[in-house]
């Protein structure tokens, strides 16, 4: 796919995230890095992937394993230099992949010079570079909760005030309302954005700014809230108006560079879901670039799940806007432990990566999705995510979906010589890049033909998105651009399953599950096996 007419890479590319601490280990101690990630560039390169993600690699005390940054212009040592920082970016551009650098920038850790300087006295000229407030009678200020847990607020006892911290305390938010704080940060995305940094996605953004009266949040969520935190409203802890203002300046910061790209990571499942998501790209043009709409991820299994939650988030996109397609990150359980654990968990997983990689909008994988990775078991002693350590055993922690990549049925699955971090899965065996590289039935197939064929069909990468529906268990919908249409046939159930197609066109398989490229089809009715996936192009 070229770029025309503005139709550039974050549009039409398959985005791949990588959680580097679990990806491949080059020097053996027994956490991921930088040189892991510079070897493992052409496998990234022959599965077809346009960029990578990097969940954050900068400096970092690692209580929230680097989204907690000490110095936003270092490389924590345990994944290499900075030179290996430049040097992954080269190396990337060398294969037509570029670099997304996750940004931090509603906290920092507690061991930034800036939050150090903050905390030093009332008057420091950085006081103000993080929220800082008065108890009341000796009680925080208002009622706001960290996401992880317990009150937002923290007392410091050296200089007698609270300060607040959306997440650990550990994580301190900064103050993005004050003048000097905002430039500041946009400094040091400068820095990147010169090193030749090809986007960020930025962390928490719904969190970015907070009510300036401190209101404490109304209560009434509803008796299925998971967290106490779900029993709140967060609508003075979050959604403020004036993040859009931050948002619109960090836009204009990348606009001054060429072709980079922002996207945010906007976890508003409670709190208006697509509607709100989307809002936070602006007219399409002046806000995020890309935005995350978490509801496929959090959606049932099914045709008519998927097919309201895309309908949904479709019609919620500024006229500019473009969307985005998720369905694993590194916070959630995998797609697989979801959604596919019965026998017929590789049938359905292939259905899933189908609709993921052939609806509208850019899609984001992550490390091992592509192989059928699924979450790991890890018992109380190998816990190493803050939330599970703390809430064991009611949140066990997001280590299961964060266990090494698993590139072969070697020792430590090919991921490290020394014993990994983490555990490795123990699907491992039969659940592995070199077992499946050369399977033209494997599922590592599958995405890599899915890859390749959005490629190939303009449709696929920018066509509009007409559904028809006509059956419960299939999701089936038009892709449309200039002269070229597909249609893509999606049957979510295990049965038998028949589907209408429109008038009497004549219809050729351009991908199947079950059928062999260059297949012709009758218009009329279309015959589906159970879990069978087809991507027609027009005769
Ligand atoms: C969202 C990130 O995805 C998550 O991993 C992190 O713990 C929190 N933000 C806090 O930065």
């Known amino acids: 796919m070229n770029d025309k007419d503005g139709f550039t890479w974050w549009k039409h590319g398959v985005i791949y995230q990588i959680y580097p601490r679990s990806f491949y280990d080059a020097n053996g101690d027994g956490v991921g890095d930088l040189p892991g990630i510079i070897e493992k560039l052409d496998y990234l390169a022959w599965l077809g992937v346009d960029a990578v993600w990097l969940s954050p690699i900068n ?4 209580y929230d394993f680097g989204y907690d940054i000490s110095d936003y212009r270092g490389i924590d040592p345990v994944f290499g230099t900075l030179a290996d920082c430049d040097r992954l970016i080269g190396e990337a551009h060398r294969r037509n992949i570029r670099i997304v650098m996750d940004m931090v920038i509603n906290h920092t850790s507690h061991l930034h010079p800036w939050f150090v300087e903050s905390r030093s006295s009332r008057d420091n000229p950085k006081r103000d570079w993080y929220i800082w407030h008065d108890g009341k009678n000796g009680h925080p200020p208002n009622n706001w909760m960290a996401a992880f847990g317990g009150r937002a607020w923290e007392w410091d006892g050296a200089t007698g005030q609270f300060y607040f911290h959306s997440f650990l305390k550990e994580q301190p938010d900064l103050n993005l309302r004050n003048r000097a704080c905002r430039e500041a940060v946009f400094d040091e995305l400068r820095f990147w954005l010169d090193r030749g940094v090809d986007g960020f996605r930025l962390d928490a953004v719904t969190w970015y700014v907070k009510d300036d009266l401190f209101r404490s949040n109304p209560f009434g969520w509803g008796p299925n809230a998971p967290r106490p935190y779900d029993l709140q409203k967060h609508i003075y802890d979050q959604n403020r108006p004036e993040t859009h203002d931050v948002l619109r300046e960090l836009r204009k910061v990348l606009d001054g560079y060429e072709d980079r790209m922002m996207v945010g990571e906007t976890y508003v499942v409670s709190q208006g879901g697509a509607k709100t998501a989307a809002s936070y790209l602006g007219s399409g043009t002046d806000e995020l670039h890309l935005a995350f709409d ?56 292939r259905v899933l990566a189908a609709m993921l990689l052939t609806a509208r909008g850019t899609p984001f994988l992550y490390y091992g999705e592509e192989i059928g990775m699924k979450n790991g078991a890890i018992t109380r002693k190998q816990v190493r995510d803050p939330v599970g350590i703390k809430y064991w055993p009611l949140n066990k922690g997001r280590d299961p979906e964060r266990t090494p990549m698993q590139w072969s049925a070697g020792a430590n699955a090919g991921f490290s010589a020394a014993e990994p971090w983490l555990p490795v899965a123990g699907t491992f065996r039969d659940v592995n890049v ?106």
């Open 59 to 62: 400096t970092s005390p690692m």
């Open 294 to 349: 978490f509801s496929l991820l959090f959606s049932k299994y099914g045709a008519r799940h998927f097919a309201g939650c895309l309908s949904r988030w479709y019609d919620a996109m500024p006229a500019a806007g473009w969307p985005s397609l998720v369905l694993n990150n590194h916070d959630q359980p995998r797609s697989m432990t979801r959604w596919c654990m019965g026998k017929d968990g590789g049938q359905r997983a």
């Open 434 to 539: 070199a077992a499946q590289t050369d399977d033209p039935g494997s599922l590592l197939a599958w995405y890599r033909d899915l890859l390749a064929l959005r490629k190939k069909q303009a449709a696929l990468a920018r066509g509009s998105y007409r559904p028809a529906y006509s059956e419960p268990d299939v999701l089936a919908f038009y892709r449309e651009d200039g002269g070229e249409k597909v249609f893509v046939v999606l049957n979510f159930s295990g049965k038998q399953r028949s589907i209408g197609s429109e008038g009497t066109s004549r219809w050729q398989v351009l991908l199947g599950t079950h059928r062999a490229a260059g297949w012709p089809i009758d218009g009329g009715r279309i015959d589906l096996v159970p879990y069978e996936a087809v991507v027609l192009g027009r005769i």
